[in-house]
């Protein structure tokens, strides 16, 4: 069974910073492929960011303020989110498992997502 565990989320004020983790405790962590994308109430899926083995690509809203990572050793992809600003407010959660390595892509496998809300 795929598992993905967000954790780090909460509250913060604009200007603020937090760190995303995401513990994969599958072999899906091996894939060359994983992601972060955010859903905010009653607005669509957004993707994020994604680590195509090493290469990362950003959506233009974050773009210069997120940076992901991975760090192998601990099978755990990180979102780092600086600046962050109230339209960041959403559900964030980790993918694997795709066939085509996109900031916009469906993802396979999820996890269950860790809230991340930025006050003004």
């Known amino acids: 069974q795929v598992q993905l565990v967000e954790t780090g989320g909460g509250s913060v004020q604009t200007g603020g910073s937090l760190t995303l983790s995401c513990a994969a405790t599958d072999h899906t962590y091996s894939t060359y492929c994983m992601g972060w994308f955010r859903q905010a109430p009653g607005k669509e899926r957004e993707g994020v960011a994604i680590?195509?083995?090493?290469?990362?690509k950003y959506a233009a809203s974050v773009k210069g303020r997120f940076t992901i990572s991975r760090d192998k050793a601990k099978n755990t992809l990180y979102l780092q989110m600086d600046n962050l600003k109230p339209e960041d407010t959403a559900m964030y959660y980790c993918g694997s498992g795709t066939v085509t390595c996109r900031v916009s892509t469906d993802w396979i496998y999820r996890g269950q997502g860790t809230q991340v809300t930025v006050s003004s």
């Open positions: 680590d195509s083995d090493g290469t990362t």
